[in-house]
Nanobody
Framework: QVQLVESGGGLVQAGGSLRLSCAAS????????MGWFRQAPGKEREFVAA????????YYADSVKGRFTISRDNVKNTVYLQMNSLKPEDTAVYYC???????????????????WGQGTQVTVSS
């Protein structure tokens, strides 16, 4: 059974940085794509970034491009989201997700991701 466990969230001042981690287990992920999504109070869950486990290709939402970096460690089966220059509007619960068709697509659509973690809270104070 696929398990995704996020960590690294917390409270940070605007302009600061955080690194989120997503430890994946229960499957061989070489054909998957991994994504980060976030959900702020009263808003829909939105795409943040994705990475292909096969070739490392990445894809970012415009709102985080140039500030956030997604990466993976194939040995540790872990995906990271390095978040720099954080803004109050980045405050949300951040979720890690896995798409088993990662060899065919690098998707921003929630419905393409079959597996989800429990989320980690990121709060950016002004």
């Amino acid at each position: 059974q696929v398990q995704l466990v996020e960590s690294g969230g917390g409270l940070v001042q605007a302009g600061g940085s955080l690194r989120l981690s997503c430890a994946a287990s229960g499957r061989t992920f070489s054909t998957y794509a991994m994504g980060w999504f976030r959900q702020a109070p009263g808003k829909e869950r939105e795409f943040v970034a994705a990475i292909s486990w096969t070739d490392g290709n990445t894809y970012y939402a415009d709102s985080v491009k140039g500030r956030f970096t997604i990466s993976r460690d194939n040995v540790k089966n872990t995906v990271y989201l390095q978040m720099n220059s954080l803004k109050p509007e980045d405050t949300a619960v951040y979720y890690c997700a896995a798409d088993p068709l990662g060899r065919l697509r690098l998707s921003y659509k929630r419905n393409d991701y079959n597996y989800w973690g429990q989320g980690t809270q990121v709060t950016v104070s002004s």
